[in-house]
C-alpha cells in the first residue's frame, strides 16, 4: 500500500511539474504577443485562447499535488476541535465526500471529450484547436486528484513515519 502512495505522489508531482511549465510557457506567450505587439505591429491573434488553456491545465494538473501537501484551504475552525478516532472518521469522510464529487466531475468531463472527439470539435478561433485537448489535460487532472483522495484514504490507514497525513 505505501507504494501505491508513493506512486500516486510521485504522479501528483509530475502534474505539478507540467503546471510549472504551463505557468511558463504562458508568461512566455504573452511576452511575445507583448513584442509582436509593441514591435511589429501585429499578433498571435490566439494569446487569450492559448492562456485560457494554459490556466487550467495549470489549475487541475497542481490541484492533487497541492492536496497531498495540505495546501488546500480548509476549516480548521472544526477540525482543530476534533482529535484522535473521531478526527480520523472525518478525515475519512472528507476523503469520500471528495472521491464521490471528483467521481462526479470526472464522469461529466469524460462525456464532454469522448463527444468532443466523436465529433471533432474545434475551438472557433483562428487556432482551431481540438476541444478534446484542453478537456482532456482536465480530466487528467482530475483523475490525478482521484487517485490522490485514495491515496490520503490509504494514509489514514496505514502507518507512515515519514509522511505527515495532510488533512483535508
Not at 507504494?3 to 504522479?11: A, G, M, N, W, Y
Not at 509593441?38 to 492559448?50: G, R
Not at 489535460?137 to 490507514?157: D, K, P, S, T, Y
Amino acid at each position: 500500500m505505501k507504494f501505491l502512495v508513493k506512486f500516486i505522489d510521485s504522479l501528483s508531482k509530475l502534474g505539478a511539474a507540467i503546471a510549472a511549465l504551463s505557468l511558463v510557457g504562458m508568461v512566455s506567450f504573452i511576452l511575445l504577443e507583448i513584442v509582436l505587439r509593441t514591435v511589429f505591429d501585429s499578433s498571435t491573434f490566439i494569446m487569450d485562447e492559448m492562456v485560457g488553456y494554459g490556466v487550467a491545465a495549470a489549475t487541475f494538473l497542481a490541484l492533487p499535488y497541492a492536496l497531498a501537501q495540505g495546501s488546500i484551504i480548509r476549516v480548521e475552525l472544526f477540525l482543530g476541535h476534533v482529535t484522535g478516532k473521531n478526527r480520523k472518521l472525518l478525515e475519512v469522510f472528507s476523503c469520500l465526500v471528495g472521491l464521490g464529487v471528483t467521481w462526479l466531475l470526472i464522469s461529466f468531463i469524460w462525456v464532454r471529450v469522448a463527444r468532443a472527439w466523436a465529433r471533432h470539435s474545434v475551438s472557433s478561433s483562428i487556432a482551431e484547436v481540438p476541444m478534446w485537448i484542453p478537456q482532456g489535460i482536465i480530466l487528467v487532472g482530475l483523475c490525478l486528484l482521484f487517485l490522490q483522495f485514495i491515496a490520503l484514504l490509504i494514509r489514514q490507514f496505514i502507518d507512515d513515519q515519514n509522511h505527515e497525513t495532510p488533512a483535508l
